[in-house]
């Protein structure tokens, strides 16, 4: 089956772009269901590296990155093809909500989707059905809730019968993560949900190289997280043969989480912060302190043992059980000495 993208990369001349809407299905009113798409042909037989982001409709920064990031990319000299849908979940995203407000299904859970279901399966499918005969390189690219404040990181899921997740992990490490977290699909999970139904785990077991990039949080334009993910996003491009370059240097090591955790708040009131994301605490070192509307200390929240903070609350507001903070509790430093990018 010769797909959107793949028919239209067949149609242009080298170096040229272009620019389309998947149609993934209508509403009542007639209107399409589109996903936009961007697309940059490279003058030679390279790897194509797919940038996809906003499966999560809350994710607005994801978008941001993934538009600059192909604006960014076109103007450099391509050997293979550079590929960006930019919002992966339309629906969701003009409400301003992580699912569909269709159906309330998490996209990001659907892959490789169903063409004879409910809505979101079927965007999934027809996602899939356009970057499975494509990509060489996909990279997913989401952003943390809009109440919180987080650093960089990766995410990537590898399969029970295993990968080399070294050499994955030297990819990731171009994008300049504070931590990149594995996630176990072989068991129950750290996080609730269908997470084997990830489009990026999805595209690794079709022999693809894939994983998450966190670009910071929604809710604002956070430059700094914006251009280290897009400055990451072209050294890849650089370092798998897409565009043009020098050899691209592998840094010498990784941090790598291997469990994390949500953090909740037992009271409610409001949350002040005492890190910032990033940052390493100790056991029982205070995350942040809560206050009731009578400015009284109702709790200082802890971890019983060392933590990772990757993102923390920002909006001040909480009800006992909130989240107030995400972080890993099991992490260590990967070397990839001998690992060339």
């Not at 609730?192 to 022999?207: F, K, M, N, S, V």
Request: glycine share 12%.
């Amino acid at each position: 089956m010769t797909t959107v993208v793949a028919g239209q990369l067949s149609r242009m001349r080298p170096g040229e772009v272009g620019r389309g809407l998947l149609e993934a299905g209508t509403l009542a009113s007639g209107n399409v269901i589109g996903v936009p798409y961007l697309v940059a042909r490279g003058r030679g037989d390279g790897p194509c590296l797919w940038v996809n982001a906003a499966v999560h409709g809350d994710e607005s920064q994801a978008a941001i990155t993934a538009a600059e990031f192909f604006h960014r990319a076109r103007r450099e000299t391509l050997f293979g093809h550079v590929v960006v849908t930019p919002v992966a979940n339309p629906s969701a995203f003009d409400q301003r909500r992580k699912h569909s407000p269709y159906d309330g299904v998490d996209l990001d859970q659907s892959f490789p989707g169903r063409r004879d279901f409910l809505g979101t399966q079927q965007l999934a499918a027809r996602l899939f059905d356009e970057i499975e005969p494509v990509a060489d390189v996909v990279v997913n690219v989401h952003t943390m809730g809009p109440f919180l404040e987080a650093v960089n990181y990766a995410v990537y899921k590898l399969p029970p019968e295993g990968q080399d997740e070294k050499a994955l992990l030297a990819r990731i490490a171009l994008l300049d993560p504070r931590v990149a977290c594995r996630m176990d699909v072989s068991g129950a999970g750290e996080l609730p949900g269908h997470i084997e139904g990830a489009l990026d785990y999805q595209l690794t077991l079709r022999g693809k190289q894939a994983f998450m990039l966190e670009a910071g949080a929604s809710g604002s334009v956070d430059r700094t997280a914006i251009d280290r993910a897009t400055a990451g996003l072209l050294r890849l491009g650089q370092a798998v043969g897409t565009i043009d370059g020098p050899p691209v240097e592998t840094p010498a090591s990784i941090c790598r989480a291997t469990r994390r955790t949500h953090v909740t708040s037992t009271e409610g009131g409001f949350f002040h912060a005492a890190v910032r994301p990033g940052t390493t605490l100790a056991a029982g070192e205070p995350l942040g302190t809560i206050y009731n509307v009578f400015g009284d200390v109702v709790e200082i929240v802890t971890m019983s043992g060392p933590c990772l903070v990757i993102g923390v609350r920002q909006d001040p507001a909480v009800h006992s059980g909130d989240r107030v903070g995400f972080v890993a509790t099991e992490w260590d430093e990967v070397s990839l000495a001998g690992d060339a990018a």
